[in-house]
């Protein structure tokens, strides 16, 4: 893989930028992205630190593409754990560092901190994946349906944010009551990451591909 010594920084950058954007998300208590919203319900129903929560989620999702792959499933796959053990940590750092912001009822500053947390979810999306080390598992177990079933990567993620959402929402209500991980911050999330991700590329593609050569 050519340079990796720069594929390597601009792939942890990108993931801790993105958790500094879920944490921001979790703070403004407006509802957290899909892909984020199932660890953020383990938090709220069972009370684990989401750091930790959000590994074993991960973990889950790499066993469900051992199921769905099966003997297609390649080892080095299984790196995924490795990754979502180092997301996990990034989780954990990002929220205790967030939890000093002062919490706050006014919805104009919890809609500020919704979108600024939507903006550095795409930046570091726009980092970390085309680095191309090793995917989240979230994005492995996408493209693990998507290798299966044949249906477009996009649609499949679609459909995965949607079950993540459905679950999440499902869960709180019955345990806890309240709609917990899922809010208008959710569907802000859903809607604008992948708009300002495009903003992104077209404006600063060109100078990230060009570091990547």
């Not at 390597?8 to 930028?17: K, N, R, S």
């Not at 792959?69 to 996990?88: C, D, E, M, P, W």
């Not at 349906?145 to 209500?173: P, Q, R, Y």
Request: hydrophobic fraction near 55%; charged fraction near 10%; proline fraction near 3%.
């Amino acid at each position: 893989m050519k340079n990796l010594k720069i594929r390597l920084p601009m792939y942890f950058i990108g993931l801790f930028i993105m958790t500094i954007g879920i944490s921001l998300s979790v703070k403004s208590d407006l509802g957290v992205s899909p892909v984020s919203s199932i660890p953020y319900t383990i938090t709220c129903v069972w009370g684990i630190e989401m750091g930790k929560a959000t590994i074993l989620f991960h973990c889950a999702l790499v066993v469900i593409q051992i199921i769905i792959l099966r003997r297609s499933f390649k080892i080095k796959n299984l790196l995924q754990v490795a990754v979502g053990i180092v997301f996990g940590y990034f989780t954990t750092f990002c929220n205790y560092c967030v939890s000093f912001l002062p919490s706050t009822d006014n919805l104009i500053i919890r809609l500020i901190m919704t979108l600024a947390s939507a903006v550095l979810v795409a930046l570091g999306i726009f980092l970390y994946v085309p680095a191309d080390i090793m995917p989240l598992a979230g994005e492995g177990t996408m493209q693990a349906v998507s290798d299966i079933t044949g249906v477009e990567f996009s649609k499949v993620k679609i459909a995965f944010d949607v079950t993540m959402v459905a679950i999440s929402l499902t869960v709180c209500l019955i345990a806890i009551h309240s709609m917990g991980s899922v809010g208008a911050g959710t569907i802000i999330s859903s809607l604008l990451v992948g708009l300002i991700l495009g903003f992104i590329t077209k404006l600063l593609g060109k100078y990230r591909d060009r570091l990547l050569k």
